[in-house]
Structure formats: C-alpha cells, structure tokens
C-alpha cells in the first residue's frame, strides 16, 4: 500500500522528521491557512508537479480557484479527491531513500545532495549514491552514515539523521519503501521533508497499530487495503466501466484472466482473489462479491472461475447456489468454470438448481462464452 503524501508525512512526524505545517482539503472544506501555500493533489504516483498537480496559492481566491481545478479532476490517471494545503519549504533539494530488496533480503540505500523533480536525470548523471546492508537496523544506520560521507559536507550531517528516521520508520512499520525527496536543507544544517513516499507491505498491515488506525480514520482514501482488512481477501475495482465482473480465486490465475480478457477486447470491471480456503461453510463472501460486481453499471456477464484442489467443489456449488439466491436483484448473465475435487457433484448440483447457468470444465470455452456475452452475444 502506498501511502498518499499527506498520510505519509503525519507518519513521518511521528519519527522525528520535520515536515510543513499542512492540512486536508475539498472543495466543499478547508481550513483557513497562511499565504502563500501549495496546494498538492494527493494521489499515489509520482510526478505531481510535472502533470500540473501542484499549484501556488498567493491568496483566498487563488486557493479556492486551485481547489476548484484540482479536486475532481484526474491527474496522471487518478481521480483527485482531496489536496494538502501546504507552507512553502526551502533550501538545497537532496534525496535520501530506504527501500527493502526482496531478491536480496537487503535494504537499499540511495543518497544524493540532488533531488527534487529532476533526480531521475541527476541519478543517471551519476549523482546517486548507493549501498545496501544487511536488514538489521545498526547494520543500515551505519551503511547510511557511511554513505552520507561521500557527499558535500553541506548534506552530510542532514541526510545521516534523516536515513536514521527513515531507517526507524521501515522497521518499526514494515515499510518496503521510505523516500524523502526533495529533503530541503537549509544552511544552518536543518532540513525538512518536502514531499514523502511510505509504502507499506499490505501483508505486515494487519500487526501495524499506527496503519490500523490510519485506515480506520482515512479508508476512504485506501479502499482496497480497508476492504482487505475488513473482509480478509482482495477485490480491486480495475474499471469502472468494465463490461466483465470476476468472482474468482488464485491471484495469478485471475491476473491472467484479467490479461486475457482485455486482449479479446473485454474490459475486467475488478480483480479479486476470493479465497475460497477461508469460506468455512459460510457463502457470506460471495454475495459480497456478487453485490460489488452489481454495482458496476456496465457489467453485462459475471465469470467465476475455481480451479479446486482442497476446496470441495461440491460444497462450494452449494455455497454459490445460497449466495444466487440471496442477489436476486442482480440479474447479469453467469458463466461458472470449474476443476478440481467433486466436480461431477457440483456441475449437477449447479446446472438442477439453476438452468441459466452456463459452466464449463475447460477454461478457454468459459472464456469464449463471456467475450459473446460481453458484446452482446447469447452465450
């Protein structure tokens, strides 16, 4: 999970790592605050301020005119929904970043007394200093202290502190990613955090106290990784236009089907892994499932796919038929492909029950039955 700048400085504050005073704004509600200010969309991607994200306010009426403009609009592929309203920083722009190396089991330490929106260039140019360390926190302070020195002694001081706190901020949260870039340090040697990435490992969420309670007050703003906590699987509203709803189970299989549904000109409404090991008996999962796919006002044809190794397929078609029953109000075509343990039962149990059903044993027929369905096609 990626967490949206504003979130991510709060958290850093937390470490001792100085950020603007700023705040949350709409369009409908914000605060009164000091001129000039930044008004920065908070989405979960980089370049903000090159897409137009970014913009100075000199006054009232310019913060309400940037409001206007940036909440709402989308901003390199992401709807705006809220904007931290912030007071300038400055200084000589640095960079400094944690990051977990999941091939090595080692963190990564990139430095540089150059950062700000151009660091891509400055990193090619060779302006990027690297080391990695065993994942141990002495181990990555000292890596990071070490590496600081081979900058210009301007930076030194501020960038080893500020490693330090990030360093504190990755182990005591779990981060896979902690990045301060630009970190502005001023000539007496202060600095302070201009903009922050945090990205957190979703499977650690569940044992972070402070990211609990972050999505407990803000899960508006992380739907997936809330829904995931609440309901205890993953469902990722891919497009909201999509014409193919999916209840299906296995991460990388449904990935492929995401895959190859959009290579036959289909456009997967979410992704979701079910898990169909965590059902217990109980079909409350499904019709969750069922009832977000309903809400897809383009979604023409549902396909679930479950491929069955300890999952009993004969108890699972019972699960799915309670589940049909209970989303009525759902009237979009189903087409149910199946393998695995107790499928001559489930087929029976399945096509007895419910006649529209169309399921299949073989994956590519299921496929072509919900691309005809998805054009409009009978199946």
Request: proline share 4%.
């Amino acid at each position: 999970m990626m967490l949206l700048e504003h979130d991510a400085k709060v958290l850093l504050a937390q470490f001792g790592i100085s950020i603007p005073v700023g705040v949350l704004a709409n369009r409908s509600a914000h605060p009164t605050v000091s001129y000039p200010c930044f008004v920065k969309v908070q989405i979960p991607v980089g370049g903000r301020g090159k897409a137009g994200g970014i913009v100075k306010a000199n006054n009232a009426p310019e913060l309400e005119q940037a409001l206007h403009k940036l909440v709402g609009a989308t901003v390199r592929g992401h709807r705006v929904h809220e904007c931290r309203i912030e007071q300038p920083a400055a200084g000589q722009e640095c960079y400094v970043s944690l990051m977990l190396d999941p091939s090595s089991g080692k963190v990564i330490i990139l430095m540089s007394a150059e950062g700000g929106v151009e660091v891509e260039q400055h990193s090619a140019a060779g302006a990027m200093l690297q080391q990695q360390a065993n994942f141990e926190i002495s181990a990555v302070k000292l890596a990071a202290q070490e590496l600081a020195q081979q900058l210009p002694k301007f930076a030194q001081a501020a960038l080893t502190q500020a490693a330090h706190q990030l360093c504190d901020a990755l182990f005591k949260l779990e981060l896979t990613l902690a990045e301060i870039n630009p970190l502005f340090v001023q000539p007496d040697g202060s600095w302070i955090a201009g903009d922050a990435k945090l990205v957190a490992d979703d499977n650690a969420i569940e044992r972070q106290p402070l990211l609990l309670a972050l999505l407990k007050e803000r899960g508006h703003a992380y739907p997936e990784a809330a829904l995931k906590i609440d309901h205890g699987f993953d469902f990722v509203r891919l497009d909201e236009d999509g014409d193919v709803g999916m209840l299906t189970t296995g991460a990388g299989l449904s990935m492929q089907l995401v895959d190859e549904l959009t290579r036959r000109g289909c456009k997967p409404f979410n992704f979701v892994d079910i898990r169909t090991g965590q059902f217990r008996g109980e079909p409350t999962r499904l019709i969750q499932v069922l009832r977000w796919i309903g809400e897809g006002k383009n979604v023409k044809v549902i396909l679930m796919n479950f491929f069955a190794g300890v999952t009993d397929l004969a108890e699972l078609s019972r699960l799915i038929l309670i589940a049909l029953e209970q989303t009525q109000d759902i009237k979009i075509p189903i087409v149910i492909r199946l393998i695995g343990n107790g499928l001559e039962t489930a087929i029976q149990t399945l096509t007895s029950a419910n006649a529209s059903l169309v399921v299949e044993t073989d994956l590519e027929k299921a496929v072509d039955q919900v691309v005809a369905l998805a054009r409009g096609h009978a199946a």
